[in-house]
């Protein structure tokens, strides 16, 4: 788990086949690390290809992403890409 500093900002994660009901409240520096540690702390069932999407919500803004991760490498992408 990730040490949270003044600059961390709070964002609302959930896997996109999940639905925001199953989401958790993370606080990180950018919405990318904020994917990613959610995908650390959780244990998320793949893709068939090894990947998983999820939204990232920022609390205080309501912007919105979704990143596609691949859970073997831990790359990182736009979904749609």
């Known amino acids: 788990m ?3 500093t003044h ?3 709070r964002f609302s994660v959930h896997a996109r ?4 009901h ?3 409240i993370v606080r990180e520096p950018s919405f990318e690390a904020a994917a990613v540690a959610y995908v650390e702390d959780l244990a998320v069932a793949p893709d068939e290809d090894g990947q998983i999407s999820v939204v990232v919500r920022d609390l205080d803004t309501g912007g919105e992403h979704c990143f ?3 859970l073997e490498t831990g790359e990182t ?3 749609g890409v």
């Open 77 to 79: 992408a736009p979904c």
């Open 17 to 20: 086949h999940a639905g925001p």
């Open 2 to 4: 990730t040490n949270t």
């Open 22 to 24: 199953h989401g958790r």
């Open 68 to 70: 596609r991760i691949d």
């Open 7 to 9: 600059d961390d900002r």
